[in-house]
């Protein structure tokens, strides 16, 4: 993660670099930190599909499932309009997580 961080000090407009550190911190099981990374993924490019589903399961692991359902449903959309059917599948099975949440769905 050392090597992004320099590469994002250099240029900050780097939604790659964004991207791979946002799942680089879920990988380490750090979703609130990676919430902060990929936001500016979508700041940068608001049509970024998997970085929308990836921020929507950062938010539901962090404790933020009303967030994420919003998130989920703006990714879902996106993968419509972009014919991207595998986020789209992939996007639904975390839905589905969280409907079964207590006092959700």
Known sequence: MTRIRRVLDKDPGDVVS???LGGA?????????AVDALRRVIEIDPNH?????????????????????????????????????QTGREIHLYLRQFEKLPGEG
């Open 18 to 20: 964004w991207f791979g």
């Open 25 to 33: 911190l879920l990988d380490l099981h750090r979703p609130g930190e």
């Open 49 to 85: 599909t998997t970085a929308h589903r990836d921020l929507g399961r950062s938010l539901l692991e962090s404790g933020n499932p009303v967030e994420a359902a919003e998130i989920f449903a703006r990714a879902i959309g996106l993968a419509e309009k972009d014919g991207d059917v």
